[in-house]
């Protein structure tokens, strides 16, 4: 059974930091894991990706903030998020885009969600 389990979010006032985790497994092969986010009545975007090789990528609203890092051998994705604004409030979900098996192409997967709420 594939699992993204995420931890880490909460309250946190503007200008702190948090760090965001997110575990997987069960998967066959990972080619990319990364975080995005979707905040009350907007849709989903991308907060930042981490493609096999250390190649990264940060949405422009959080470049220079928020820094991604990944553990291939333990399957695992952090967000470190430093500078939150209260615009940085939303539901952070982790992603893989995986293969469940040999046998199958790969696709994107998704964790339940962690909530970051940055208020004062």
């Known amino acids: 059974q594939v699992q993204l389990v995420e931890s880490g979010g909460g309250l946190v006032q503007p200008g702190g930091s948090l760090r965001l985790s997110c575990a997987a497994s069960?998967?066959?092969?990972?080619?990319?894991m990364g975080w995005y986010r979707q905040a009350p009545g907007k849709q989903r975007e991308l907060v930042a990706v981490?493609?096999?090789?250390?190649?990264?990528n940060y949405a422009d609203a959080v470049k220079g903030r928020f820094t991604i890092s990944r553990d291939s051998v333990k399957n695992s994705v952090h967000l470190q998020m430093d500078s939150l604004k209260p615009e940085d409030t939303a539901v952070y979900y982790c992603?893989?885009?995986?293969?469940?098996?040999?046998?199958?192409?790969?696709?994107?997967?998704w964790g339940k969600g962690t909530l970051v709420t940055v208020s004062s």
């Open positions: 981490d493609i096999s090789g250390g190649n990264t």
């Open positions: 992603n893989a885009f995986a293969r469940r098996s040999w046998a199958l192409n790969a696709r994107d997967y």
């Open positions: 069960g998967f066959f092969s990972i080619n990319a």
